[in-house]
């Protein structure tokens, strides 16, 4: 779901806004698909409700016409941003999910095992702790296996 190209590191952003446009331009360049119509997708998702889940985690996703797979990518904030988490507490990590129109229960199957790595306290204390996309990829593949559902 994660490649080593959809790890950011060490975003530097200063708003939820900035952090969601530069997710949607990482998965333009990932997916083929405009970073426009990613964004929109994105902003109209967080207008339904926060996807920021608490404990500096938000977990922003929607669904694309146009894609074949499922496209996740994480990016591990320099600083923490508001991002009107259900916590109220600021946001650090961020994973986002893209799904096919057509994913149903995929995209529910993929945004619950996100969900499930990201309530681990140790993993999520080791993805802040590492500023290197190989070291966060690593993190998050190994992590992925042992939490399958």
Avoid: W
């Amino acid at each position: 779901m994660i490649t080593a190209e959809g790890v950011i590191a060490n975003l530097k952003v200063t708003s939820k806004k900035q952090a969601l446009q530069e997710l949607a331009k990482r998965a333009a360049q990932l997916t083929g698909q405009p970073e426009r119509t990613i964004f929109e997708v994105l902003i109209e998702r967080e207008r339904l409700g926060t996807t920021g889940v608490g404990n500096g985690i938000a977990i922003p996703h929607g669904k694309l016409p146009g894609l074949d797979q499922l496209h996740g990518i994480f990016a591990r904030l320099e600083k923490p941003v508001d991002f009107e988490a259900i916590d109220e507490e600021p946001v650090d990590l961020i994973c986002l999910l893209l799904a096919p129109e057509t994913a149903g229960a995929d995209h529910l199957k993929a945004l619950a095992r996100v969900s499930r790595l990201l309530r681990d306290n140790s993993i999520c204390e080791k993805l802040r702790g590492t500023d290197k996309a190989d070291a966060v990829y690593a993190l998050l593949t190994e992590s992925a296996t042992s939490h399958a559902a």
